[in-house]
């Protein structure tokens, strides 16, 4: 099996994982929160707590602009979101031999070998969330926005408590 379709399967595979645990075709509420000390995300519908768990943040894509921006290039990111995009982003090595082959590859390729990149299309917004499910063992990436209104790109890695 070529690595385009093993990225494919991976997600389809951690789509149905989830969809076990929580609907994530709910509209929740992400907010961040300190648990003894540890920082938590929490989900919220309607205000009411449906799951707290460990996260990875691994960076921002501004709709506006069309800019992704890893994690490791955003100003006051913890040092440990920065250090575990940055040992992420060295993975980049799996498709620099692929690169000839497609399209994607020299995406993926480019996108862990550049602090921002331009994302002309949503369709790659969806090609980044495959990629860090592949590369990682997250549960699932969340795609909440911030403030701003750019979409923050958060792995869910484990759940701690599920309401």
């Not at 992400?30 to 960076?59: A, M, Q, R, S, T």
């Not at 399209?103 to 002309?120: K, R």
């Not at 990436?141 to 792995?155: A, D, K, M, R, V």
Request: contains cysteine.
């Amino acid at each position: 099996m070529n690595l385009l379709k093993k990225i494919t399967e991976n997600s389809k595979k951690k789509f149905k994982e989830i969809k076990k645990k929580i609907d994530i075709n709910k509209d929740y509420t992400f907010d961040f929160v300190f648990i003894n000390k540890e920082p938590k995300i929490l989900f919220l519908e309607n205000k009411e707590k449906k799951l707290i768990g460990d996260f990875h943040f691994y960076g921002i894509y501004n709709n506006e602009n069309k800019l992704w921006t890893w994690a490791n290039a955003i100003p006051n990111t913890s040092m440990e979101s920065i250090k575990y995009v940055e040992k992420l982003r060295l993975k980049a090595y799996i498709f620099e031999k692929m690169i000839n082959n497609s399209q994607s590859v020299l995406f993926f390729y480019q996108l862990l070998n550049n602090d921002s990149m331009l994302i002309p299309d949503q369709k790659y917004l969806a090609l980044i969330i495959d990629l860090l499910l592949y590369l990682t063992d997250d549960l699932y990436i969340f795609e909440p926005s911030n403030s701003l209104g750019n979409l923050q790109i958060i792995g869910l890695c484990k759940i701690n408590e599920l309401y």
